[in-house]
């Protein structure tokens, strides 16, 4: 293993880049996510533990969102009375009167999991000492955390004196989702602390322990409990600090705090070695299944490894009621809802490499089946109306409107109403992970009732007029162009979603006729609705200029203003925010795929490929990437093409959108989607992987010149195939 | 050609960077370079054109330095009356009252040497354009510059007023050495000025016109020369302006000011184009003789092109009496001063590669051994005496005192008195460019001298007492101990200098009897003398422990303090700047590889494997790389030793210190010994590439494990050879 492929790196204190580096230097297992923030804290620091499931709904605001967790990081240390904080760099003298830091490194691992940072620390008494902090959040057991703090004497006896708290009077940016209530541990040698949230009622308990036997519990507040102690260092010598912390919320059992306290104790008699060694077998068994290696792109490499992590810390392991949210674990930004990004960017990965992680993904869709036909009812349709923004109760959560803009005014969000793909986007990755899976047991179980529901509402949704089939008001992929008629993106996506619901259905019939006779029953899939279905998929409108042999994203269209996109490079900005909004959404500018994304998820069964070409030339340069969703499918689509230059500019645009802050926001949390939408670009456009007409895995490699070989694994019905494609010496 | 490895990229501008990239982004030709600083200019900017040999010494200075030449770069543009600045970056609206920077991107080519910008920019009119900026130092003649500017209407069809000046009245950071009065082209159609140096009265003349005709002489300053034009784009229109200057001064002949006059004219005559054809071809040559091709680290990769850039393009192609200051031509540091960090850094690669080259900077030294003889004079000693710090004259010009210390001491800087290895670095340098190149007509006529004279130095320098040879009161690499008695570094190379001197002066007895009883006479290398040699290197004291089997840096430096460097880990400052200067010169901190530069200059001749090893754990723990030029030559040893992996940290930390800003002072101009330290480290410590006993080339190759391939040419005798090594696979 190269550790350089597999670290990033931070080389001396960035503390421009603070929130950045938050968000990049995440830890999580699937259960939780913790930012990277410091164990001391630092000025502005935006600190936030998000747990899987535990949203809130305060009065203040339109919607509910993930709740900020009481925080475990905080351990304090003086070294002769001087506190030592990241705060004392950048000064002029190096023997200022309150301290300086001489040395500053951070890397996270990612083959483990572990954050590390070490720091060179001088005390105002003159006395120096190396300090290494490590983290990680249990992937063996993911109610467990652990931290190990080691503090050498470099200079000096100095004497140590270490505080472990943990923060319960957390908000998220300045909102409290608390009801005043706090319950505290009274076990001994044990912090701890559960908290209510104010609306939904989840209970989160945290508690720590400590490894040092001096460690005695400070007075102080019901909110601030911890733990201090003190230790003089003899000359060069050293001492290690480990910290044990445990978090469950009233979703795992009906009393956290007492499991909390109970676990946090075995914890600390295990000692941190051997939660690390379990914590990292476990994940040395997760990359196996999902690592890409690219030999020849160094920089690709890393960038992919790290958006590899970001979707793996966030995925759920044990729970089939949570799913990922825009921003993972990572951050508060989308207030931790539930979108698309899922079931076409993230699973995807999710389903080759790790299935059984993906169905508890798709089952997180399964058991809110009642949330999407209680919406599908108010707005006047038949079956399982998706929500555009999804939370734990399975509502519709996507807020009415914007916050204030600069002119006080807000701007009305439409995608709730009328972003209404997403029931066939989870139609397609049901349908994918059951190609994929060959898990026919779950499909006749759930997934069947997920894509023929979903169909069901499709076929009440669609318009009979003008001769035809039609969808009016939507909004597809390419969010500019709100509440369009006919979509080519939907109404083509629809017409697959009702021809796979159909194959779906006969496969019931021939293998699982109970199950085809109970979903016959309870959905009402009457020979009328079905003959219905095929009708619409006969007649439905696929905008099409016949002249010029492309794919029309929506009648009208081409009347817009054309601005030519590619004109306004370089830029920092999308050409939304450079135009302003009032004249773009007039324009033919465009968010982001939106053909290009059939195309992608279509391929050559959406059309031939000189129309592919053509589209590609038409709706390619009018495309401003407004959104982080975008490169990856161009990639993924120009690969396919065979335009591979294009194509790899694409990708490594999005494998660092992260990384580079190529869209400004890193600092609100990880672009989820495009860290799996870089996994697709690698693997269904650089190497063409497809399950051919015989059911056998197939390929059409068309890698980026300088790779010299992509290697990866997938689960392909039960086995473990690994893929190797290289390109001619 | 992989472009993502021939390409610095700074993607979005940093201001935060802004010194370190104009280091980093610097062009040149080897007769001048320029920082990467803006044509339109940046609020606390250091722009500098530096020529090689222009120096100057006022009254307010201890020592001579480079002069700020005029800056040929200025090109103002405003768009619409708005000035295009990239001030107007980081606002919170983007539609600011001044106008806004939309986007940008700055690549340094390395392959062509030439630094492209792009901008996209609104006007406060609403106009956006973008921008793209190029420009080269001519490598085809080294006298002509070329700016490209295209801008092109992306919104609106804005007025675009381009002024292009010169800036005559420049500073070395304030400090003027022009003399007042100032001589100014009266050409049609050109821009031009002639300064002359205060005190060493150099003639400096630039010129520039404009490939627009209709461009007009702007009223003005005689120090800031314009021309300017106005023109209207039309709606997504664009329009290209150059602009030309020439260089010359009264180094080069006697009016430079109608020489550039003569050669602008010529220049826009030919055309952009042609003159970048020209530039380009010259650079694929100096590329296809001196590029290293390392195959599975994409990362050191580009890195090391960078450092091979940054010494390709100080390197004087065509002067004998010009050598390549510590900080090349990249920036004021050292004040443009010559040091070892020529002969024992940047040399080897160019005498390996490009031999001519290597040829002007040896002929430097010898057209300045009337300085070095000087200086051997004064110092009560015979033969040459070469200059710690050497400007155009050849005098010593080492500072006797360091600037004011915050408590508003000096420190008395001793190198210029006491760092005498020096000669013997050249004269390292003469005999690897002879056994190299095989120029046996360069050796007789100058070579032969340079050694030799050094030789004689050295011959009454040592001191013949307690029943030996020693030397007393020198520095040897390790700065941080000053005046010590026997640093085995000098001892050892003056022994390995008098051997070679003998070997050398057989040589021409037998090949060139002619030049053997020229240079008997000329240097008096008498019988006694040659005698006195051999007595030295056989009774010369080398510091060595018997008991522990190693080599000593000096008597008594085991009786100083010990202070575990590897303890300051991790550290952003030097052990010294921590620990305080006072404390560390009485310690056994090093500052750089001093034994240890002695195993990499002398390999097992100096001691067997076993000792060099016992050396290397001795000294390597106690070094704290205070000096950029430390880590490539442990990266060398290192190799050698088969510590592979040590190797391989010190390489990355070498190769990337301008890039990471290692030291953090890259903003005064690149670390060029490093630059010519990790080229040596490759193919002498990792290809482990040398002439054997029967003067082949020969290899011992100890590649980092996760190299694939290394690859590159060497010049030996003549013929253009080329290596590559593979790791097994």
């Known amino acids: 293993m190269q550790k350089r492929l597999w670290t990033l790196i931070e080389r001396g204190f960035q503390a421009e880049r603070l929130h950045q580096n938050e968000t990049l230097f995440t830890i999580g297992n699937g259960y939780l996510g913790v ?129 472990y708290s943990i923060d319960a009077d957390t908000t998220n940016d300045g909102v409290s989702h608390w009801a005043p209530d706090v319950r505290t541990s009274q076990a001994l040698g044990t912090i701890g602390v559960e908290r209510r949230t104010a609306q939904s009622g989840y209970g989160v308990a945290v508690t720590s322990c400590v490894s040092d036997p001096h460690a005695v519990r400070a007075a102080g507040d019901a909110l601030r409990p911890a733990l201090t102690s003190v230790l003089r260092l003899d000359p060069t010598g050293s001492a290690v600090f480990d910290k044990f912390s445990a978090l469950y919320t009233s979703r ?18 295990a ?64 207030k931790g809802h539930v979108f698309w990004d899922v079931e076409l960017f993230m699973l995807p990965p999710l389903t080759l490499t790790q299935p059984e992680v993906a169905r508890n993904l798709l089952m997180y869709r399964y058991h809110r089946l009642a949330g999407a036909r209680h919406k599908a009812q108010a707005n006047g349709c038949e079956g399982a109306m998706f929500p555009w923004e999804s939370t734990d109760t399975g509502e519709e959560t996507t ?63 669609v318009e009979e007029k003008n001769g035809r089939y039609e969808i009016s008001q939507q909004i597809g992929p390419d969010e500019y162009h709100e509440n369009v008629d006919n979509s080519v993106f939907v109404n083509r996506m629809v017409v697959w979603h009702l021809q796979t619901a159909l194959r779906g259905l006969d496969w019931l019939a021939e293998q699982s006729p109970d199950d085809h006779a109970r979903l016959t029953t309870s959905l009402d899939l009457s020979a009328k609705r079905l003959a219905r279905w095929r ?11 016949e002249a010029k ?47 290009v994304m059939l195309m992608a998820l279509l391929g050559e069964s959406l059309a ?79 190497v063409g992987l497809h399950i051919d007409a015989n059911g056998d895995l197939a390929f059409q490699p068309a890698l980026p010149t300088h790779w010299k070989r992509v290697s990866f694994s997938v689960n392909y019905r039960g086995t473990q195939r690994t893929i190797t494609v290289e390109n001619p010496a």
Chains 1, 2 share one sequence.
């Not at 703090?149 to 000096?156: F, H, P």
């Not at 994918?432 to 949704?461: I, K, M, P, Y």
């Open 549 to 595: 042999q492309i794919h029309i994203q929506f009648p009208g269209f081409f009347d817009m203003e054309y601005i030519p996109v590619p004109h306004y490079l370089p830029r920092t900005h999308s050409v939304q925010a450079i135009l302003g909004h009032a004249r773009s959404i007039q324009s033919q500018v465009i968010k982001q795929a939106d053909v």
């Open 252 to 269: 795992d059992l009906a009393d956290p705090l007492d499991a909390a306290e109970n676990a946090v104790r075995q914890a600390a008699a």
């Open 399 to 461: 807020p009415q409107w914007s916050d204030p803009q600069p002119d006080g005014s807000r701007i009305r969000i439409w995608t709730g109403d009328r972003e209404q793909h997403i029931s066939t986007d989870i139609a397609y990755a049901v349908w994918q992970f059951w190609r994929w899976t060959g898990d026919d047991d779950w499909f006749r179980r759930c997934g069947a009732e997920l894509l023929l529901d979903t169909a069901v509402f499709w076929g009440s949704r």
């Open 35 to 163: 930012r990277g923030t410091f164990e001391e804290g630092y000025p502005g620091a935006t600190p936030a533990t998000l747990i899987h499931g535990i949203y809130d709904h305060v009065p203040s605001m339109q919607i509910p969102e993930l709740v900020n967790a009481p925080n475990w990081l905080p351990i304090a240390i003086m070294v002769d009375g001087t506190p030592f904080t990241l705060r004392f760099d950048r000064h002029d003298s190096l023997n200022p009167p309150h301290g300086a830091l001489l040395g500053y490194e951070r890397a996270l691992l990612l083959d483990r999991a572990v954050l590390h940072r070490s720091a060179l620390f001088r005390a105002a008494s003159g006395s120096i000492v190396r300090l290494t902090f490590d983290r990680f959040a249990s992937l063996a057991d993911e109610h467990i955390m652990a931290q190990r703090v080691t503090i050498t004497a470099v200079a000096g006896e100095p004497v140590i004196a270490v505080a």
């Open 271 to 334: 000692g941190y070695d051997a939660l690390l060694q379990a914590h990292t077998a476990a994940w040395a068994k997760s990359w196996a299944a999902s690592d890409i290696r690219i030999e020849g792109d160094d920089e690709c490499q890393l960038a992919l490894r790290l958006t590899a992590y970001h979707v793996l810390i966030a995925a759920p392991r044990h729970d089939e009621n949570v799913s990922i949210g825009a921003k993972t674990l990572s951050g508060l930004g989308y």
């Open 608 to 686: 031939p490929r000189s129309v592919l070409l053509n589209n590609w030339d038409t709706y390619f340069p009018r495309c401003d990437h407004g959104s982080s969703l975008s490169p990856a499918m161009h990639a993924w689509a120009a690969a396919r093409l065979g335009l591979t230059e294009i194509a790899y500019d694409q990708f490594h645009h999005a494998v660092h959108i992260d990384l580079h802050d190529n869209k400004g926001n890193s600092r609100d949390g990880i672009h989820a989607a495009a860290c799996g939408g870089v996994w697709q670009a690698v693997v269904f456009g650089f």
């Open 535 to 545: 009708d619409i998929i006969a007649r439905m409108f696929i905008p099409f200029d």
